[in-house]
T-cell receptor, first 118, second 111 residues
């Protein structure tokens, strides 16, 4: 099956620093990648959708200047949390699909990255 | 806007019991519905995917049903085991391949 990896799996950083999280599709070219955030004991919330070579589409309430998404190739998307603060501490999960976006094809999920901001 | 609700939020059962997890959604215009498992601190594992044209899917001890017109899906787990303990998430796929997740059901199966 299709495999999606994330790096790092966990990161601890100081308040005010920036953190980059990578999401890679290992054995397929992802037309679209998604970034989700999950706070403790809550469900996943979609943050943004990114297509290779174009700007990401952010969900309402997600600051695009704070959460920078770069989808530079068909196998790599990065999420950079800029000037991180403790309230940004969360579990970030990416997913990828290689199908037609309007056809509702399966999303394949990465293992997640736990961010802790001190 | 699609809303997905899962009931119950938490469930504790003795080993061996058959159990049903419920998922309801407000907008029936969906492409498919997925059930996921999430272990604490881990990513998602896809369990079953039901296309909008299907009524159910089975994998081992798991059976998921879909009633699109009434906006409901159930995940049936037969002969539960302690290893089934996890959070189960239901997610609905609407237009544009956007997934909307339910709040999850936290399952504990006691030996």
């Amino acid at each position: 099956g299709a495999v999606v990896s994330q790096h790092p799996s966990w990161v601890i950083c100081k308040s005010g620093t920036s953190v980059k999280i990578e999401c890679r599709s290992l054995d397929f070219q992802a037309t679209t990648m998604f970034w989700y955030r999950q706070f403790p004991k809550q469900s996943l919330m979609l943050m943004a959708t990114s297509n290779e070579g174009s700007k990401a589409t952010y969900e309402q309430g997600v600051e695009k200047d704070k959460f920078l998404i770069n989808h530079a190739s068909l196998t790599l998307s990065t999420l950079t949390v800029t000037s991180a603060h403790p309230e940004d501490s969360s579990f970030y999960i990416c997913s990828a699909t290689f199908g037609e976006i309007l056809r509702g094809d399966t999303q394949y999920f990465g293992p997640g990255t736990r961010l802790t901001v001190l | 806007k699609q809303e997905v609700t899962q009931i119950p939020a938490a469930l504790s059962v003795p080993e061996g019991e058959n159990l049903v997890l419920n998922c309801s959604f407000t907008d029936s215009a969906i492409y498919n519905l997925q059930w996921f498992r999430q272990d604490p601190g881990k990513g998602l594992t896809s369990l079953l995917l039901i296309q909008s044209s299907q009524r159910e899917q089975t994998s081992g001890r798991l059976n998921a049903s879909l009633d699109k017109s009434s906006g409901r899906s159930t995940l049936y787990i037969a002969a539960s085991q302690p290893g089934d303990s996890a959070t189960y998430l239901c997610a609905v796929n609407n237009a544009g391949n956007m997934l909307t997740f339910g709040g999850g059901t936290r399952l504990m199966v006691k030996p």
